[in-house]
């Protein structure tokens, strides 16, 4: 065995377009597809040619205000349909919209974009979703504008993923910069990438942009690809090619980076206190080389950030972060939007109706997923009226968004196809793929004994216990069950107990009944913290002399609060999801190396100032 040289990071440094008229009519599919894969300029911003300007200004034009206003919001709406969804998500749009359906509310507030949530029943399966893109649209063009929609989700992989199985599922952030291959990431944006365009999901809220540096963080932990800068630079860069290149609008997010928080922005207001140079370090290389890829949309974060802005609003009110920093010191012309504008760290300082106004003066372009709509929309209208805001600076939003919108080609044939989707949503290719590039990420960070891999002969009997956390998706899991049943492909013999994250007394007392007469036991760790019983549940496993081999199923930080309880093997593994679970069998079972290396440090649970595996650290066999 051996351990790869530790990469630097900045972490301990620092202390611690489209060419086709807008108007045109129904193209090939060959060239839509080519429109849609036209990269964008270095800036950012779209390369549409000058005519086509012209007419989406003369198209902006015939707008009318109200038309305008709505360009600008991307509303979520209940139900799996546009026009035809269950009662009960008739009845929630009722109460939070005031409308009955997706359509309607197209047709009352011209929103320039949906976002597809699974709780708001909008991503049930791949027909269905294209079913509800393609109504979606029909609504927008039904329109006394036509004009087609933006529709978004947050598909990032790993923790966050909307849209689940039969789809093909990719490792998230943290796992690709524990696999490190730029390679890697690309094609797992595209191939998720081509799949979200196939079922009309045209703008993804991917790929997470921020440096992980505060190991404490309650939001961004594996979501970020790493603590080194220049790392998640790469990966970032990567990512939005991969996406783009399918079609599809890619998002980096939470400008200007929301890395070293120990406040969840959707609970409250985080506050960084990064010097303007440590910032320039630490969180602006990821947003440099997005825009250097020709990101199309950037999103903002709702931090305080004082050395950027001394008024210390949030970013996405801030004028001196969103225009000064973005706009002109990074040189940025493409769509901006904000955080969704539901969540409290956006709501502390003012009021609903007036964060949609403030935003639009900072220079946010897109304005999402407002608590009420109503409210915000109507003061976003008035405040334009009363010349608060002037019609023409929200106009140049507009053009930047129906810019995107050419660029996508949803002028030209804004609906997708079932043949589509069975052609490209979870094809045996993509699935291998990801299978492939899952195993290329998991990291083993203790084996002691090498007692890994596990040998069918002298190992076959296995328990399987721990956490079960919910599916980020809702369509996987519960990662007991399914690192059990991957075993039981893989010729083990093995059983699932779920024993929770806060393992009860019983359920230890069970466990440890459980294990007697097995060969192994196998623990999903989630989140271990000093007081965990998580941690009860690992030393009384060990006790039994029993070989322990747990598995970080969350953040690769648990094997420092596990140390002295006894296991023999540590792995992480990033995200719960089957394709990152499964890729930990056949390493575990030695059917794959374990090639992954910690994209972040892990600091010693006694004393954080000590680093008990560095950047880079991976052990193999």
């Not at 290719?429 to 203790?446: C, G, K, S």
């Amino acid at each position: 065995m051996h351990h790869r040289p530790s990469r630097r990071t900045l972490l301990t440094a620092t202390a611690a377009t489209a060419a086709a008229a807008v108007t045109g009519g129904v193209v090939a599919p060959g060239a839509v597809a080519a429109q849609r894969s036209a990269s964008s300029g270095p800036s950012g911003g779209h390369h549409t040619s000058a005519a086509t300007t012209e007419r989406l200004k003369r198209l902006i034009s015939r707008m009318t205000l109200e038309e305008k206003v709505g360009q600008l919001f991307v509303m979520r709406v209940y139900g799996h349909s546009a026009t035809e969804p269950d009662q009960a998500d008739i009845d929630a749009n009722m109460a939070e919209i005031g409308v009955r359906t997706a359509a309607e509310m197209i047709a009352k507030y011209h929103v320039g974009g949906i976002i597809y949530f699974a709780w708001a029943h909008n991503t049930r399966d791949p027909h269905q979703i294209a079913d509800l893109s393609n109504g979606i649209q029909r609504a927008g063009l039904a329109g006394p504008t036509p004009l087609p929609l933006l529709v978004s989700t947050d598909q990032e992989h790993g923790i966050v993923c909307r849209v689940g199985e039969p789809a093909t599922l990719m490792p998230g952030a943290m796992a690709l910069g524990a696999g490190g291959s730029r390679s890697d990431a690309r094609r797992a944006g595209q191939i998720a990438g081509a799949e979200l365009a196939a079922i009309g999901i045209n703008q993804n809220y991917a790929p997470d942009a921020d440096v992980n540096v505060n190991p404490a963080n309650p939001v961004i932990g594996v979501r970020s690809f790493g603590s080194d800068p220049q790392s998640v630079a790469g990966m970032v860069a990567a990512q939005v090619k991969g996406y783009q290149s399918s079609g599809i609008a890619s998002t980096a997010k939470h400008f200007p980076g929301h890395g070293d928080t120990n406040t969840d922005s959707h609970t409250g207001l985080p506050v960084i206190r990064h010097t303007r140079e440590q910032w320039a370090q630490l969180d602006a290389p990821p947003f440099r080389a997005a825009i250097a890829a020709g990101i199309d949309s950037i999103m903002t974060a709702h931090i305080v950030v004082p050395a950027l802005d001394p008024a210390e609003d949030p970013a996405t009110l801030s004028r001196p972060i969103l225009t000064g920093i973005l706009r002109e010191e990074l040189g940025y012309d493409g769509v901006v939007v904000t955080d969704s504008l539901g969540m409290e760290g956006v709501r502390t300082k003012y009021g609903d109706e007036r964060v949609p106004v403030l935003a639009l003066q900072a220079g946010v372009d897109q304005l999402l997923n407002p608590p009420n709509l109503a409210v915000s929309w109507n003061a976003v209208l008035e405040a334009v009226k009363s010349g608060e805001i002037s019609e023409a600076r929200i106009e140049e939003s507009i053009l930047r968004i129906l810019r995107l919108k050419t660029k996508l080609g949803l002028f030209d044939d804004p609906f997708v196809s079932h043949k589509g989707v069975d052609r490209t949503v979870g094809t045996r290719a993509h699935l291998a793929a990801a299978d492939r590039i899952a195993e290329r990420t998991t990291t083993l960070l203790a084996n002691d004994g090498a007692v890994l891999p596990l040998s069918r002969r002298s190992h076959k009997n296995l328990l399987v216990v721990g956490a079960d956390p919910a599916s980020p998706s809702g369509t996987t899991g519960p990662p007991t069950t399914t690192l059990a049943t991957a075993f039981v492909e893989l010729g083990y013999a093995a059983t699932a107990l779920s024993t929770g994250t806060a393992p009860t007394k019983a359920k230890i007392d069970a466990a440890v009944a459980a294990a007697r007469g097995k060969d192994a036991v196998i623990v999903g760790t989630y989140n271990v913290s000093a007081t965990s019983s998580q941690r009860t549940l690992v030393s009384a496993l060990a006790a039994t002399g029993i070989p322990v081999i747990t598995v970080a199923i969350r953040n690769p930080y648990d094997i420092a609060q596990l140390a002295g309880t006894g296991f023999a093997a540590n792995l992480a593994t990033y995200s719960w999801t089957d394709v990152e679970l499964r890729a930990a069998a056949r390493v575990i079972a030695g059917r794959a190396e374990p090639e992954g290396t910690l994209p972040v440090p892990v600091q010693r649970a006694d004393d954080p100032a000590q680093v008990l595996h560095p950047v880079g650290y991976g052990l193999t066999y």
